[in-house]
């Protein structure tokens, strides 16, 4: 296990000494479970099923992460009419209650300066997510498979998450809230010495190219290294500024108030919570 760890220490430094002016471009596929929590509905199990299905399809989704070595910014794939998450079925309201995950639509990281910035809307109302990098604990192994071209090693780490238990049409559980431990692995490439990955992923000696938590399943599907068409990497600037626990706090009381608009109508909709 040491030499292994010695020698990938050994590659990115013989990587990083030859490529200063190192820049790239990584597609991303990613897939996200969706949890169903369905009251007031006489829709059929079949009409169920589509729903569960159209978002399923929603949740597959195209990012682009673009980095040189020290800086970097995920973004969703721009595409022509982009499905809404606020939904109509049947005459039946659907709302789309998201959990986890990255929250922003663009995601930017200075790794060097170990901070990041995430762009995002909430019901019109820019913010912009100013806070540290997540230092994680990261397990390595000498563990291999390829993706691709490339040598991917797997690493892991774990952590306590909150359990959301909150269901639409009913009053807010008393209960002291649930928690549940999550691990995530990840597998990262030291043939592109950057320590770097989608979303806010990083801290691992090598591209991160594949990662699942439970439920974001992430794949790069795609690397261009240093492309004839320069890259250039803009920190965002426009929005109200924020820490990520004061952004979590406005996204959680947005989220109740959606669903208290939803019950003053006879309780007649759809809970969608995706991930958490």
Known sequence: MKIHLIAVAIFCFVLSSVAQDFAGKAVYKTNRKTDFKIQGSNMSEIQEK???????????KTFILEFDKTTSIYKEEEKLNAPNPQANLGGMQVISVFGGGVSGSLYFKNLKEKRFVSKTDIMGK??????????????????TKNIGNYTCYKASFTKEVE???????K??????????????TAW???????SNGPTFYQGLPGLILEIND???TIVCTEIILNPSEKITINEPDKGKVVTQAEYDKISDEKSKEMMERFKSRDGKGIEIRIGG
């Open 50 to 60: 589509e729903l569960q299905e159209k978002f399923q399809k929603m949740n597959q």
């Open 126 to 143: 820019t913010f912009l997510i100013k806070d540290s990098i997540p230092n994680y604990q990261w397990q390595l192994t000498s563990e």
């Open 163 to 169: 359990i959301f238990t909150a269901s639409f049409g």
């Open 171 to 184: 009053e807010e559980s008393k209960e002291p809230k649930k928690t549940k431990t999550v691990t995530t």
């Open 188 to 194: 990262y490439t030291p043939q592109i010495s950057i």
């Open 214 to 216: 439970g439920t974001n």
